[in-house]
T-cell receptor, first 113, second 112 residues
């Protein structure tokens, strides 16, 4: 069964550094998402992406965050200048159309030192 | 706004016991409702879903019924196994807002 893949599984970065989290959505999917889960807290929506542009973003998704689909397969989340509070598990998700459920990757654990 | 409230865990059960995880929601309109499961070391997997009132989602022996009158979507399984040990998340997606809003998650541990 096709799946969403995320790399790396764990990323350790110094505060203030840029980090890029990578996702390969399911190949025929058109809608892409990033969520995050701070340890012990809820899974929170960050951003949705469709037709090469952001369709919705949460208030968490400030100017430090950006997303990109640089080619036909990857979907990336960039945090420009990381803060300690960015430490979390980041999940990528995709769906084929709006009548289908979202399929999630295994997540990237981001640790900011 | 839209929100999901889940029964707090952790929940510890013996094998073959009955499992219920309560989930209630607040949303405008008629959202779609989901249960996702996260096994240790893995990502979120869709367990079941229901898209309208009185729908019953089912998968792997788990069931949940969309109850509009009580705004609930409780997850049940009649006889759990050790392999059901995981974190279970209730989630909703409103009709005009296609992102997911998650509950806090309930950790379930099943002992042999």
């Amino acid at each position: 069964e096709p799946e969403v893949t995320q790399t790396p599984s764990h990323q350790v970065t110094q505060m203030g550094q840029e980090v890029i989290l990578r996702c390969v959505p399911i190949s025929n999917h058109l809608y892409f998402y990033w969520y995050r889960q701070i340890l012990g807290q809820k899974v929170e929506f960050l951003v949705s992406f469709y037709n090469n542009e952001i369709s919705e973003k949460s208030e968490i998704f400030d100017d430090q965050f950006s997303v990109e689909r640089p080619d036909g397969s990857n979907f990336t989340l960039k945090i420009r200048s990381t803060k300690l509070e960015d430490s979390a598990m980041y999940f990528c998700a995709s769906r084929g159309d709006l009548n289908q459920p979202q399929h999630f990757g295994d997540g990237t654990r981001l640790s900011i030192l | 706004g839209n929100s999901v409230t889940q029964m707090e865990g952790p929940v510890t059960l013996s094998e073959e016991a009955f499992l219920t995880i309560n989930c209630t929601y607040t949303a405008t309109g008629y959202p779609s409702l989901f249960w996702y499961v996260q096994y240790p070391g893995e990502g979120l997997q869709l367990l079941l879903k229901a898209t309208k009132a009185d729908d019953k989602g089912s998968n792997k022996g788990f069931e949940a019924t969309y109850r509009k009158e009580t705004t609930s979507f409780h997850l049940e399984k009649g006889s759990v196994q050790v392999s059901d040990s995981a974190v279970y998340f209730c989630a909703l997606s409103p009709p005009n807002d296609y992102k997911l809003s998650f509950g806090a998650g309930t950790t379930v541990t099943v002992r042999a």
